[in-house]
């Protein structure tokens, strides 16, 4: 009895993976175009691609629309700080996360609607940020706020918020209270663009209420990061039971 055969994209995938690890493919590289790799190891192109799947999957390789295949950059974990919500890029010293945030005026429809407890239609007001590490994406944030809420002028200017928004956190004044709920699942094909991922990789996702003393929303945030670099921590402040204090 004889042990299965390698597939050929298997031999493939090996052999640029030993090409990576040797450093004969530097980071931030381009590999050949795939009709070339595919001469070159003389298959198909499926074949190839096929190959190249197996190292994106693997977070050795990186495939940019309109670009090629490139050699992905070693990428630093970020970490997200529960219970008011932080994304914290500057775990090292060097090579802090650049965050592009864009601002417009929605208005909300569908899990919006209940996430923030207001009738459909109501205006808000919509940042979409995106975390880069150079040209490679870390996280992705859709923070809503009701219009009413925001100030004068707000939509548009991206320095707006400042560092708030550069780092996912709560914006506005500080709440009384924040609910996060965390899933691990499959990234929806915005996301997928956006992060540069693949289908097959998941993504942390945390959708995060924040109220204020009377009980009102006055934010929903939903957040998205590739599940293969960032901890979500979060930290568990001990409650003294008012029972046991009393008599």
Same mark, same amino acid.
């Given at each position: 009895? +004889? ?15 030993? $090409? =990576?690890?040797?450093?004969?493919? $530097?980071?931030?590289? @381009? ?13 198909? +192109?499926?074949?190839? @691609? @096929? ?12 495939? =940019?629309?309109?670009?090629? %295949? &490139? ?20 775990? !090292? ?13 929605? $208005? ?8 923030? %407890? ?8 919509? &940042? ?15 923070? /809503? ?14 320095? !707006? /918020? ?43 996702? =945390? ?16 957040? !998205?990061?590739?599940?293969?670099? =960032? ?17």
């Amino acid at each position: 009895m +004889t042990g299965s055969v390698p597939s050929r994209h298997h031999d493939i995938a090996d052999d640029l993976r030993r $090409q =990576i690890a040797t450093g004969r493919l $530097q980071p931030g590289e @381009r590999l050949r175009s795939e009709a070339d790799l595919a001469d070159r190891y003389k298959v198909s +192109t499926v074949t190839l @691609r @096929r190959a190249l799947s197996v190292l994106q999957v693997e977070g050795l390789v990186e495939k =940019i629309h309109g670009k090629g %295949n &490139f050699v992905r950059l070693p990428l630093r974990k970020i970490m997200y700080v529960g219970g008011w919500g932080t994304l914290d890029p500057w775990t !090292a010293a060097e090579a802090a996360l650049r965050v592009t945030v864009r601002t417009t005026t929605v $208005q909300a429809h569908g899990q919006l609607t209940t996430l923030l %407890n207001v009738p459909a239609g109501s205006p808000l007001a919509e &940042f979409s940020c995106l975390s880069l590490e150079e040209a490679s994406p870390h996280g992705l944030a859709r923070i /809503y706020i009701p219009c009413d809420l925001a100030p004068v002028g707000v939509l548009g200017e991206e320095s !707006a /918020y400042g560092e708030a928004a550069t780092r996912f956190a709560v914006l506005g004044p500080a709440p009384a209270a924040v609910r996060e709920t965390v899933c691990a699942r499959p990234p929806t094909p915005d996301e997928a663009t956006a992060l540069r991922i693949g289908s097959t990789v998941p993504v942390l996702a =945390i959708t995060r209420t924040a109220t204020d003393s009377a009980g009102r929303v006055i934010e929903a945030a939903l957040l !998205a990061f590739p599940g293969d670099r =960032i901890d979500a921590v979060f930290t568990t402040h001990h409650v003294i039971d008012e029972r046991q204090t009393q008599g």
